[in-house]
């Protein structure tokens, strides 16, 4: 089972198919032939692949150079309005040489509904994930317990968060899948219960609600308006604007308070015979319980695997497995992801994956819980992105956390955003300021101990930042 010509045609009313040769002029082809998978599909024609399928959203000026682009990568199908189709069609022959062409009268919304019907036919389980924070961590644990087996599985995640982008990756769904997995972002008001009703997920669930996003609740909680009574959602019990709404349907809670079905118990910090950083914890699932070891010292990480846990019990994946994916988890760069710094100095922990208010704290106290009381703690902040008019008050909430993580002793604040943080921050912290982040490079430099350093490197991934990483590791 694979999206083809055929359906897109049949189901949208107007639209018609054309076949071009290998000297780029028209052939009779009757439609009912046309089941040749379009896959892969992009929207961007500078991400077009050989053989597979631009579906156009750009403007009439833009067109020609588009399709061009695309054709430039050898792309086998193109899907676009009437007329850019007669744009194309007024083009030399060449540029058509063995191209199909489906003419759609309006292709974003012909997107969202042949989205919608080809869910409709799918029969393996759609899973949403979505919150504020560890939504990444939760689907990567997730794929970890399903590589156990070697299952295929389709996962949508990190830059596929708009509804443009989930609706082009449920046509992406195949009979050779086992299941799929979406990550949906915080998006604008109204895009969720869009979002649920092109995918319909059989299991969703909300990891978290920081508190810059508390006012998104309702938005996040969207993501189970197309359950029936009888389908589970999943929720971390841990935030009480999540629990104490009334849902329509059956509601698991996850997290690490005893009142919660699925939870950790003794979670404790510890270092390997290599030096690596790792967390010993419980894990309770129901009337399961087994002992996990997670790479890593971050409070996100041990949220990820009972958020997963919870998932998985719910797709009825034996608990050994679970427990066996997830002992095998490796964070992925910039996700909590420890490194030894050069000349055995020490190591690093990168936090650059998806950079909010709170996972900045997470991190600053998984410094603060970690290394030995002779440590040398360096903590790099980045400026935080995306807060609007509150920008001024979300970095100074983040300085004020300091006076609970005080091991940490030197504070490296790079782009003006971070100044406030200096303000609030605790007298006993030495606090240095970069306008860039290579000029943060040289004073961690500068501040590092001949030995046993803990550096944390906080701020959104760019060229600039993993530079800087490379420069220590």
Not at 15 to 33: C, N, T
Not at 155 to 184: G, P, R
Request: proline letters at 4%; aromatic letters at 8%.
């Amino acid at each position: 089972m694979h999206i083809n010509a055929l359906f897109v045609c049949s189901l949208i009313p107007g639209s018609y198919y054309i076949r071009f040769d290998e000297l780029g002029l028209a052939v009779d082809m009757p439609l009912y032939l046309a089941t040749s998978s379009l896959l892969p599909i992009v929207s961007q024609p500078e991400n077009s692949v050989a053989g597979g399928t631009w579906w156009s959203q750009v403007t009439d000026a833009d067109i020609i150079d588009a399709f061009k682009q695309a054709r430039t990568k050898n792309v086998g199908t193109v899907i676009v309005t009437e007329l850019h189709a007669q744009q194309i069609m007024a083009l030399p022959p060449d540029s058509r040489k063995n191209l199909e062409l489906i003419v759609l009268f309006d292709t974003k919304q012909a997107l969202y509904d042949v989205a919608r019907a080809w869910r409709s036919q799918c029969i393996v389980p759609i899973i949403a994930v979505t919150g504020s924070i560890g939504k990444t961590t939760t689907i990567d644990m997730l794929a970890a317990i399903f590589n156990v087996d070697r299952l295929p599985v389709l996962m949508a995640t990190a830059h596929t968060h708009s509804v443009h982008d989930i609706a082009l990756n449920i046509l992406h769904i195949t009979s050779k899948q086992i299941a799929a997995i979406f990550e949906i972002g915080i998006l604008e008001p109204g895009d969720m219960y869009l979002c649920a009703d092109i995918m319909r997920p059989t299991i969703a669930i909300i990891t978290a609600v920081c508190q810059v996003h508390v006012n998104n609740t309702r938005e996040l909680q969207q993501v189970f308006s197309c359950f029936s009574p009888s389908q589970v959602g999943i929720v971390c019990g841990d935030y009480p604007v999540l629990v104490s709404h009334f849902y329509e349907h059956p509601v698991v809670r996850f997290g690490l308070k005893n009142k919660n079905t699925i939870t950790a118990r003794k979670v404790t910090l510890f270092r390997d015979e290599t030096g690596i950083n790792k967390t010993k914890l419980v894990l309770r699932v129901y009337d399961y319980e087994r002992e996990i070891i997670l790479p890593g010292h971050h409070k996100a990480l041990v949220y990820g695997a009972l958020a997963a846990s919870a998932l998985a019990y719910f797709l009825y994946v034996p608990f050994e497995v679970v427990v066996k994916g997830i002992s095998a988890y490796i964070p992925v760069s910039g996700g909590f992801h420890h490194y030894f710094l050069r000349n055995g100095r020490g190591f690093l922990m990168e936090d650059t994956h998806s950079i909010s208010p709170d996972s900045v704290k997470a991190s600053l106290h998984a410094v603060h819980a970690i290394g030995s009381p002779q440590s040398r703690k360096i903590a790099v902040i980045g400026a935080i992105p995306d807060l609007g008019e509150r920008t001024l008050f979300w970095h100074r909430h983040v300085g004020r956390e300091l006076i609970k993580t005080r091991s940490i002793s030197d504070i490296v604040l790079v782009g003006d955003d971070t100044r406030s943080i200096r303000s609030v921050a605790p007298a006993t912290m030495n606090v240095w300021f970069a306008a860039e982040w290579d000029e943060a490079q040289g004073q961690v430099q500068n501040l590092m101990a001949p030995a046993d350093n803990v550096v944390l490197v906080s701020g959104v991934a760019d060229h600039a930042i993993t530079k800087l990483v490379a420069q220590l590791v």
